[in-house]
């Protein structure tokens, strides 16, 4: 019997390694709390359905009062727009000191009831719960959750405070006036150190001491279009729109010295306060939105609760973008962005078998019988790159290369693939191109494969371990035997080597 007849006997006798044995392999890796699916896939996304009824209202209605409401709008806007030019005439447009004389007392005035005017000439009828807290009280002012542009008529019945805004929209016509007026913090998303300017102004601005008026951080995404959401709205009888201000929160000293536990109590309160669910869903999901929709992908494919995830994996944003296009690769042309068994198998170019079903069950954490992105980079970052040491490599491809030349040929990397998958007619051509540059794979090569395609990596050490079991366990005469056959997958060390694999 030849070495890759024998390597292949070990590995058809281990517990597990063929089809119909599932039941004797390694109980699922034990999910982390940590990483259950948020509550809401998609909370950057407003979906609203109108029937017919309500379209045809809207209809009849907006013949009348669309006109009429947008004519009215014009003219308030007509008449806001001196007193916010008159205001900003000798301001720089990023402020650096607080206006305090006559212009702000004015100003302010005149455009809170200008904008009470608005709101109502729009139709919208407005109860307050609470009292709004002075900038002495409270210098930050939280709204949540901001949706659309209409969530501005909070700011205007708390005092018209200083919003935090994107820097393009200050060039807006007339809206920019409007915007400066009431001192605004700038953030440019294209600027790097954009985040720690704002943070820094914030704490500035918040420890002058009521000089400054309050900061409020508004931020909105995707829904209904700026014409949609005014003729939508315009055309109602009127909106109704509720606006509480919850009691002030100050931080004890244990959120003091951690901001993100003061953080998480008041957006929990607030949730609680409106009856919804929180995630960690932040900016660089939006931005991850974008680049699934840039790769055909359905947008909310990209969403992954970036925060979180980065925190718990030590992951950066390069490294979950590139994850992004290696998941694009597979699951572009499955049904609805994700990646089925079907798709998991082709990618790796393997047959759909038993180890091929427990790695992708692996993945698959919430059961549903698909992969998606968020699945995908938690089962690489937790199950794949733990396994892809250079150790392990190194072990893997000593495993392949049965005659110890230093190359593994198709005929090794057959035989040993074969015997690991439980398939003894598994036609493995295919992924032996995408290794080898002849007919041989060098070390090199074998690695820089298994570095670029960690999902290899657990179906190597599903091997090894099972492997490693299947001889520790038998006799000692036939112990020696064995450990030859099998081409020193176990290390003679193998009591002392520690595992480095990450608990999920």
């Not at 206006?99 to 109860?127: E, I, N, P, Q």
């Not at 009292?131 to 205007?156: N, Q, R, T, Y």
């Not at 068994?341 to 019988?369: C, T």
Request: net charge negative; proline share 7%; charged share 20%.
């Amino acid at each position: 019997m030849n070495r890759c007849s024998e390597a292949a006997a070990v590995a058809a006798t281990v517990p597990g390694s063929g089809v119909g044995a599932a039941e004797h392999r390694p109980p699922m890796v034990p999910r982390q709390a940590s990483f259950i699916p948020p509550p809401v896939p998609n909370p950057f996304v407003q979906h609203t359905g109108l029937g017919t009824a309500r379209l045809l209202q809207a209809f009849l209605l907006g013949i009348i009062l669309l006109p009429l409401r947008l004519i009215l709008i014009g003219l308030l806007f007509l008449l806001s727009w001196p007193f916010a030019a008159a205001f900003i005439a000798c301001c720089p447009e990023k402020p650096t000191y607080p206006v305090t004389d006559w212009r702000r007392t004015v100003t302010h005035l005149v455009l809170r009831y200008l904008g009470y005017a608005l709101y109502f000439s729009m139709g919208f009828k407005v109860s307050v719960k609470g009292k709004p807290a002075s900038a002495l009280e409270a210098p930050i002012f939280v709204v949540a959750p901001h949706s659309s542009f209409f969530d501005g008529i909070a700011c205007i019945v708390s005092g018209l405070p200083s919003l935090v805004s994107r820097y393009e929209t200050v060039q807006i016509p007339m809206i920019g006036s409007l915007l400066r007026a009431v001192q605004p913090v700038l953030v440019s998303r294209v600027d790097p150190d954009s985040r720690k300017n704002t943070i820094n102004e914030i704490i500035k601005r918040a420890t002058s001491g009521g000089e400054w008026p309050q900061d409020t951080v508004t931020w909105t995404w995707q829904g209904y279009t700026f014409i949609q959401l005014c003729v939508l709205t315009f055309c109602q009888p009127f909106t109704k729109v509720e606006i509480e201000f919850m009691p002030v929160q100050v931080p004890s000293d244990a959120e003091k010295n951690d901001p993100v536990l003061f953080a998480n109590r008041v957006r929990n309160l607030m949730a609680e306060a409106l009856g919804i669910p929180v995630t960690d869903h932040t900016y660089e999901d939006c931005r991850l939105m974008i680049s699934a929709g840039q790769l055909t992908l359905p947008m909310e494919a990209g969403l992954v609760e970036f925060t979180k995830i980065s925190q718990k994996l030590k992951l950066d944003w390069d490294g979950i973008r590139k994850h992004l296009d290696e998941y694009a690769s597979i699951a572009r042309s499955s049904k609805g962005g994700r990646i089925g068994i079907e798709e998991f198998a082709e990618y790796l170019k393997l047959p759909v078998s038993d180890v091929l079903r427990q790695l992708f069950a692996l993945f698959d954490r919430n059961r549903d019988g698909t992969i998606d992105f968020r699945e995908y980079v938690i089962g690489l970052a937790v199950l794949c790159h733990p396994a892809n040491t250079e150790e392990i490599i190194q072990v893997a491809f000593k495993l392949f290369d049965i005659d110890e030349d230093g190359y593994i040929t198709k005929e090794e990397f057959s035989t040993i693939l074969q015997a690991s998958l439980g398939l003894p007619n598994l036609d493995v051509s295919g992924l032996f191109k995408e290794i080898s540059q002849g007919d041989s794979v060098s070390y090199e090569e074998f690695k820089l494969f298994a570095l670029r395609h960690p999902e290899y990596a657990k179906i190597f050490t599903t091997y090894l371990d099972l492997q490693t079991s299947h001889v520790y366990s038998l006799p000692r005469e036939v112990h020696t035997a064995a450990s030859v056959a099998s081409n020193k997958v176990c290390p003679e060390d193998h009591e002392d080597r520690t595992s480095d694999k990450k608990d999920d």
